[in-house]
């Protein structure tokens, strides 16, 4: 799977197989990759598993300037186990199971330290940066010539070996399966987490889910574990109802069906409009109609879909004032290596179902196979054994 270079210990450069990206929509390359030892508060993990979602076809497909770095390692959602650690870094040793986090935690910043966020000042998510915070260099580089490869939100998981800052790996149960635990990297996370950390979603209300990929299945699930009496979904590929009857919706409207906007029908049947709305496509018009279907007064609408696009939001000042609110989450809210050990456990416990996101699963020789699946619609995850 990987080599040591100058002996088989600590500190040393291994070689091994990544998926490299060459250029936007351009099929990834598997090719030999030289990835550095950890340097200090960084740790080098090994990749057992990783995943695809939309925000890695988005990088791929070069959608925005910050996406256009090239040779690049995408991929952020992953589960493996460390294989070496650098200076400083004492809450993780060789051999523990840990799940990569593109929105870290260094746990001393002021962010860190506030339980109004989430974010970090340091290794808060950033799709600009292509580097190492520590020294502004990268941790990969190709075999044949020793140029470098540019990194991914602070992961690059599409890789046998990765190097990561500390404040970006959650330790984990070592008893937690790492197959599911790879969905916690992103999309279940914060999906789920939109539910219960950012809607706080009560028993009894009402919800609406736009977007039926996997994070919109997730903020379902977390609407669904928490009681909600009706929750909708809302895609405009009707096969999604299908998985989403079975993890627990009770209701579906497909908007090239229907002769009206769908947020009208949401109102009809909710008696005035859903309690919480989750807007999990990435599409301004969508987040409209998303906002536009909760109850004036006290209606909330999570923004959970990451938008690629320069457009701003959809909507007038005025209309707040009807009492509708907006609000967006990023990771679900968690902190993650604070609290993702804790929602690990719940997730091990079988609180949350995991095994329906998994659809599909492949080698990692044929992840240009799995990224076709994602933009067919066919898959949620596609999770590749490396």
């Known amino acids: 799977m990987g080599s040591l270079q100058d002996g088989a210990s600590d500190g ?5 197989k990544a998926a490299v990206a060459w250029g936007p929509g351009q099929p990834l390359v598997i090719e030999d990759v030289c990835v550095d030892p950890p340097q200090k508060m960084e740790v080098r993990v090994k990749i057992l598993f990783t995943s695809i ?3 890695d076809l988005s990088a791929w497909q ?4 910050a996406h256009r770095a090239y040779p690049r390692i995408l991929g952020h959602e992953a589960s493996g186990i460390i294989e070496s650690v650098g200076e400083g870094v004492t809450d993780m040793k060789e051999g523990d199971h840990v799940v990569p986090i593109f929105n870290g935690e260094c746990g001393d910043c002021v962010y860190c330290k506030c339980d109004k966020t989430n974010l970090c000042e340091k290794f808060r998510v950033n799709p600009f940066n292509k580097v190492m915070v520590n020294d502004g260099k990268c941790r990969f580089s190709t075999r044949s010539d020793g140029k470098p490869i540019y990194h991914f939100l602070n992961t690059s998981t599409f890789s046998e070996y990765t190097v990561l800052d500390s404040a970006c790996v959650v330790k984990i149960d070592s008893e937690a399966p790492l197959k599911k ?10 999906g789920l987490g939109g539910a219960w950390n950012t809607a706080n979603v009560k028993p009894g209300s009402t919800v609406a889910v736009f977007g039926l990929g996997a994070v919109g299945l997730a903020a379902a699930e977390g609407a669904r574990t928490r009681g909600a009496s009706k929750i909708i979904g809302v895609d405009i590929n009707s096969q999604k109802f299908i998985k989403g009857k079975a993890m ?14 769908v947020h009208e029908k949401i109102r009809e049947i909710t008696g005035g409009g ?3 709305s989750f807007e999990c496509a990435g599409n301004v018009d969508v987040l409209r109609e998303a906002f536009l279907s909760t109850h004036d007064g006290w209606g909330l609408t999570v923004v959970l879909g990451v938008h690629p696009t320069p457009r701003m939001l959809p909507l007038h000042p005025m209309e707040l004032f009807d009492g509708r609110r907006i609000v967006g989450s990023v990771f679900g809210d968690f902190k993650g290596k ?6 690990v456990k719940e997730c091990t416990h079988g609180e949350v179902n995991l095994e329906e996101f998994i659809t599909h699963e492949l080698p990692f020789s044929q992840i240009n196979e799995a990224f076709q699946l994602l933009i067919d619609g066919k898959s949620l995850r596609c999770l590749l054994h490396l």
Do not use: A, R
């Not at 070069?62 to 300037?65: A, I, R, T």
């Not at 604070?338 to 929602?343: A, C, E, I, N």
């Open 62 to 65: 070069g959608e925005n300037e």
């Open 274 to 276: 859903v309690d919480y």
């Open 181 to 190: 635990m790879t969905l916690l990297s992103c999309g279940v996370s914060t």
């Open 338 to 343: 604070s609290q993702l050990p804790h929602f």
């Open 53 to 55: 979602c939309h925000t």
């Open 12 to 16: 040393k450069v291994i070689t091994c």
């Open 248 to 261: 627990g919706m009770t209701d579906f409207f497909n908007p090239t069906d229907l002769d009206k906007p």
